[in-house]
T-cell receptor
Framework: KAGVTQTPRYLIKTRGQQVTLSCSPISGHRSVSWYQQTPGQGLQFLFEYFSETQRNKGNFPGRFSGRQFSNSRSEMNVSTLELGDSALYLC??????????????FGEGSWLTVV | AQKVTQAQTEISVVEKEDVTLDCVYETRDTTYYLFWYKQPPSGELVFLIRRNSFDEQNEISGRYSWNFQKSTSSFNFTITASQVVDSAVYFCALSEANGVNKFYFGSGTKLNVKP
């Protein structure tokens, strides 16, 4: 069974640009959540999508957005990139939103460097 | 508010030593879930274990064991007879039972196992 797939794995962007990251969840999983990992702030929750609806969002500015498609694949977008957006962006999938079956499984992440 | 504390930033041991990684959590919820994840240098967070708040039984899986104590809000992880392959960053996490896959992660403990 394929795991969570994230693309691209590595990318370098310039300040002010925008970036789109993609995530394909484990087959059959309908919940996709995104996390940002930085050395200073650690792992922080960005948002979660289930059945194409954003269910919760973390404390991030509006430059961070996402969406989920009918096949459960998800994308996140960061506009007007800042140096501080350099991070590992991790996508996680789960069969259900929070509850007894809510173990989340992570992809390998997308390493974003903003210069 | 939910919070997970991993006070040990980095631990170094020699192969075959036992090592315990500490995790202390805070939550006002009566039902919640606790997790441990392993992050090798590749970046992917690998799921190790989930524990429900109403199940205080300790668990052993091979060389890994977990000690959950509600009275002290701790969920510690012990690796017996450590191996070089155990070298990684280990994260403890907490999620609520509110229908959302929002995880609160500790800052991680980097484990170095030397041959």
């Amino acid at each position: 069974k394929a795991g969570v797939t994230q693309t691209p794995r590595y990318l370098i962007k310039t300040r002010g640009q925008q970036v789109t990251l993609s995530c394909s969840p484990i087959s059959g999983h309908r919940s996709v959540s995104w996390y940002q990992q930085t050395p200073g702030q650690g792992l922080q929750f960005l948002f979660e999508y289930f059945s194409e609806t954003q269910r919760n969002k973390g404390n991030f500015p509006g430059r961070f957005s996402g969406r989920q498609f009918s096949n459960s694949r998800s994308e996140m977008n960061v506009s007007t990139l800042e140096l501080g957006d350099s991070a590992l962006y991790l996508c996680a999938s789960s069969s259900e939103p929070g509850g007894p079956g809510n173990t989340i499984y992570f992809g390998e992440g997308s390493w974003l460097t903003v210069v | 508010a939910q919070k997970v504390t991993q006070a040990q930033t980095e631990i170094s041991v020699v192969e075959k030593e036992d090592v315990t990684l500490d995790c202390v959590y805070e939550t006002r919820d009566t039902t919640y879930y606790l997790f441990w994840y392993k992050q090798p240098p590749s970046g992917e967070l690998v799921f190790l274990i989930r524990r429900n708040s109403f199940d205080e039984q300790n668990e052993i899986s091979g060389r890994y064991s977990w000690n959950f104590q509600k009275s002290t809000s701790s969920f510690n992880f012990t690796i017996t007879a450590s191996q070089v392959v155990d070298s990684a960053v280990y994260f403890c996490a907490l999620s609520e039972a509110n229908g959302v896959n929002k995880f609160y992660f500790g800052s991680g403990t980097k484990l170095n196992v030397k041959p």
